[in-house]
């Protein structure tokens, strides 16, 4: 288990990198992170769906897609963020795709939320989601332990008659580690229209107590699933702790 390494070097960033986070389980929480162990380079942050705006601590410079595409602003290092407009109940909008292109070319690493959960473990996917741009060249899915052996209703769910469909799942059932293994390779799910260089990270997860719980999931995935992943990471990224399964083409 690694305590010492930052996420960025688990997930072995490196210039250049475009990358989009989608799933449930602390997307807005892994795009700060990594913004903040990042900050001396020059890091580009954005959203293809809604987040809330940032704070002081989160960001250096905050920039709405008016006053970008209209001015050349020069990429400093630090933490930049982009978004459309501001929404009044706090949320930024996600900015178009051509002037996301144009500007993450001036910063040595972008990152993007590209899925929104509403704050639960699990969801269902619609037919727009997840929101990866095409320029994108790494998909990070996030997934939590959270979901299991609790009902597919919408208390844990978003969108849970796309989420039962998704899974083979009966009305009132609970969420099993076959439904979770099923949600996460689900060809119309979280990597749906990624890149090819995949990294599945278990966030939240307590290695010692929960490890062999991931290895049961990763086992009922299909092979075909495991083997696209770059590297499958597990732990927790508030703790900063984390434990690498390489994957098939790690």
């Excluded at 960033?13 to 020059?42: D, M, N, S």
């Excluded at 051509?98 to 699990?122: F, Q, W």
Aim: a negative charge.
């Amino acid at each position: 288990m690694s305590k010492n390494q930052s996420l960025a070097t688990v997930m072995k960033l490196t210039p250049g990198e475009v990358i989009t986070l989608t799933g449930a389980g602390g997307k807005t929480t892994t795009l700060f992170q990594i913004a903040e162990e990042l900050r001396v380079h020059k890091v580009l942050l954005s959203t293809t769906t809604k987040m809330w705006q940032p704070t002081k601590e989160q960001v250096d410079y905050l920039y709405s897609q008016s006053e970008m595409g209209q001015t050349l602003i020069v990429p400093k290092r630090g933490r930049t963020f982009l978004y459309g407009t501001i929404l009044e109940n706090g949320k930024c909008t996600a900015v178009s795709e051509e002037l996301l292109e144009r500007v993450a070319t001036g910063y040595e690493y972008t990152v993007i939320e590209g899925d929104g959960s509403r704050g639960l473990p699990l969801k269902g996917y619609n037919e727009d989601e997840p929101c990866i741009p095409s320029f994108a060249s790494l998909g990070v899915g996030i997934v939590t332990l959270k979901g299991l052996d609790k009902e597919a209703n919408e208390k844990n769910v978003l969108r849970p008659l796309a989420f039962t469909q998704m899974t083979g799942m009966q009305p009132g059932e609970f969420v099993s580690e076959i439904h979770l293994a099923r949600w996460l390779a689900h060809p119309l799910g979280l990597f749906k229209n990624s890149p090819r260089r995949k990294i599945l990270l278990f966030n939240q997860v307590d290695i010692e107590k929960e490890l062999e719980t991931v290895k049961r999931i990763l086992d009922l995935c299909s092979a075909d699933f495991t083997k696209e992943l770059e590297r499958i990471i597990v732990g927790d990224v508030k703790k900063g702790e984390y434990e690498v399964l390489e994957g098939g083409i790690g």
